[in-house]
Nanobody
């Protein structure tokens, strides 16, 4: 059974940095395009960063230049380096395939950015 486990969230002041990690108990990360999704309070979950199997990345405009997604297909991990964090980056962050697969949603990791 595939399990994606996110970690690395926390409380940080605006301008700070966090690095999120996603570990896969199976082999999904090694064979799928992957992404980091964010669900802000009162909003729908959105894809903020994506990476193909070959390492091509794409970002939503609001995080371009601040977030960097990376993957390790051998270790089955996907990371999200978040710099220059803003209060609007607050939310629960999840990793999943792109497009997402319902049964792969994990618990996510909470990121809170204070102003």
């Amino acid at each position: 059974q595939v399990q994606l486990v996110e970690s690395g969230g926390g409380l940080v002041q605006a301008g700070g940095s966090l690095r999120l990690s996603c570990v896969d108990s199976g082999t999904i990360i090694s064979i799928k395009n992957m992404g980091w999704y964010r669900q802000a309070p009162g909003k729908q979950r959105e894809l903020v960063a994506a990476i193909t199997r070959g390492g091509i990345t794409n970002y939503v405009d609001s995080v371009k230049g601040r977030f960097t997604i990376s993957r390790d297909n051998v270790k089955n991990t996907v990371d999200l380096q978040m710099n220059s964090l803003k209060p609007e980056d607050t939310g629960v962050y999840y990793c999943n395939a792109v497009p997402d697969i319902a049964r792969y949603w994990g618990q996510g990791t909470q990121v809170t950015v204070s102003s």
